[in-house]
């Protein structure tokens, strides 16, 4: 198998979020399985942390890279990061998915191709 170093890392807030999603630490982890699996990604494990009084982080380590949320419930905000290696996975599957099972009322998302020397922003990311 050939490697490479070229990959993409999509970044979102979403903001306007339920509290009792986005502090659901056993949830938060079923949508980042599901979100990996949509975008075609191989989860080698995955680890959370629920905070106290509120809050949740969880990370997917995929073959391909990483995932992770973290919450902020007290402000209806969560932060996404999805950084994979090759051209197999499709990171706006997994932005996606986590959108449609947390219905953020806003979003602000950039797509950057890393591995090639300059870190570009992709266009045409909504």
Known sequence: MEYTTEGTHDIADFWGCS????????????????????????????QSHHFDP?????????????MSIHTYP???FCGIDCYTCGASIDSGAAVAHLKACLAP????????????????ESEGVS
């Open 54 to 66: 509120q809050g949740v982080t969880v990370l997917a380590m995929l073959s391909e890279s990483h």
């Open 74 to 76: 007290e402000k209806g």
């Open 105 to 120: 009322s806003g979003i602000q998302r950039r797509l950057l191709n890393r591995g090639t020397g300059d870190i570009v």
């Open 19 to 46: 509290f009792s999603l986005l502090n659901d630490e056993h949830q938060l982890t079923t949508y980042i399985k599901e979100a990996a699996a949509k975008a075609g990604a191989d989860v080698l494990s995955v």
